[in-house]
């Protein structure tokens, strides 16, 4: 309920509002992506940084993660949350001029959440925050087979033949029954008749005495 009512809360408010600004007051990203946060401060103009300190937190269902930790220009990595070990990553050059630029790699879905930096200058104090929202990644859709050629495959040349089917197979198999059954019927008819025409000859023509 806390954590809701601090989503309400305008995000560019801060303690001091000439000290600190944010770039962007959400990000969105995807998971496995990166993101880099941003804000602004003012600084001196002589280059030296051991005036800032800097300390960042990311707030999810109001427990505290320390995500970046800046004394007198020198990063206190051993405050880092090890949540954010190795994933989070600033630009020391644009520090000097006044700019704090967050690097985060490997986003995670559970990195969602509110962002608070409180700077510390010879100006004075100020905080801002920003809301990251990291969405799960979209798994691509598997590939489906081209159903359109009549199951052809599109990567062969020529006319490849369909696959005979079972039914056929049968269907082959009973017709070549029946033409072999009707062959041999009509092999035995035929050797029966000449073996019967063999056994009983014909009587011998009777002759006809000519007349003298």
Same mark, same amino acid.
């Given at each position: 309920m806390i954590y809701s009512i601090l989503l309400l809360i305008p995000l560019t408010s801060c303690v001091s509002g000439s000290v600190v600004n944010v770039t962007q007051s959400s990000y969105q990203a995807e998971e496995n992506h990166n993101v880099t946060l941003e804000w602004?401060? &003012?600084? *001196?103009? $002589? +280059?030296? %940084? &051991?005036? %800032?300190? %800097?300390? #960042?937190e990311m707030l999810n $269902?109001?427990?505290?993660? %320390?995500?970046?930790?800046?004394?007198e220009g020198v990063e206190v990595s051993e405050s880092q949350?090890? *949540?954010?070990?190795? *994933?989070v990553q600033f630009d020391k050059d644009v520090l000097r001029e006044g700019r704090l630029r967050l690097h985060m790699s490997r986003l995670r879905t559970d990195d969602s959440g509110l962002y608070v930096c409180d700077v510390l200058t010879v100006y004075g104090e100020g905080s *801002?925050? #920003?809301l990251l929202n990291v @969405? !799960?990644?979209?798994?691509?859709?598997? !590939? =489906?087979?081209?159903? @359109?050629?009549? +199951?052809?495959d599109p990567s062969t040349t020529g006319s490849p033949s369909q696959p005979v089917s079972?039914?056929?197979?049968?269907?082959?198999?009973? /017709? +070549?029954? /029946?033409?072999?059954? /009707?062959v041999g =019927?009509?092999? +035995?008819?035929?050797y029966y008749l000449r073996r019967k025409h063999s056994m009983n000859p014909p009587p011998p023509e009777e002759q /006809?005495?000519?007349?003298?």
């Open positions: 602004t401060f &003012k600084t *001196r103009t $002589d +280059g030296s %940084i &051991k005036s %800032i300190n %800097i300390y #960042c $269902d109001l427990t505290p993660f %320390i995500l970046f930790h800046l004394h949350n090890k *949540r954010f070990a190795g *994933r *801002r925050k #920003c @969405t !799960e990644r979209v798994q691509p859709k598997p !590939e =489906t087979p081209n159903t @359109t050629s009549g +199951g052809k079972p039914g056929l197979i049968v269907l082959y198999c009973a /017709v +070549g029954l /029946v033409v072999v059954m /009707v =019927t009509l092999l +035995g008819v035929c /006809v005495p000519m007349n003298p």
